[in-house]
């Protein structure tokens, strides 16, 4: 069986970079050494929290089969919540899926392409 998805939101920019170059390597890398991710059910507060308003993201689908890096499933933050973090550069081809993820008129987030 093949593992649930996780995602991470970034902006177009970003992505259409990383397009180029084949792999994604988010501003904050260098300095945290990972890629901060969601499970779907987590979608949605953090998109709220930490982008609220912002309307030129885009939402990777990211199938965990396709990366050879670690995935760890941690809170960095001290909560009970956990969060998987992708402990090294993300591959293009381990995006199933790179879906537009602009925020409704309220600057809240739907997340119903998923």
Not at 28 to 44: D, M, V
Not at 52 to 73: A, F, H, M, N
Request: charged share 25%; aromatic share 10%; proline share 7%.
């Amino acid at each position: 069986m093949t593992p649930d998805p996780i995602f991470h939101i970034t902006s177009d920019a970003e992505w259409q970079v990383a397009q180029a170059f084949r792999q994604y390597r988010p501003k904050r890398f260098a300095e945290e050494g990972f890629i901060h991710c969601s499970y779907k059910h987590q979608l949605k507060s953090v998109a709220d929290r930490l982008f609220k308003g912002c309307s030129d993201l885009v939402l990777l689908e990211i199938d965990r089969t396709r990366l050879s890096c670690p995935i760890v499933d941690e809170n960095l933050e001290g909560g009970a919540t956990l969060f998987p973090h992708v402990y090294g550069a993300l591959p293009v081809a381990a995006v199933s899926a790179a879906h537009p993820f602009p925020c409704e008129e309220d600057g809240t987030f739907a997340c119903r392409m998923i």
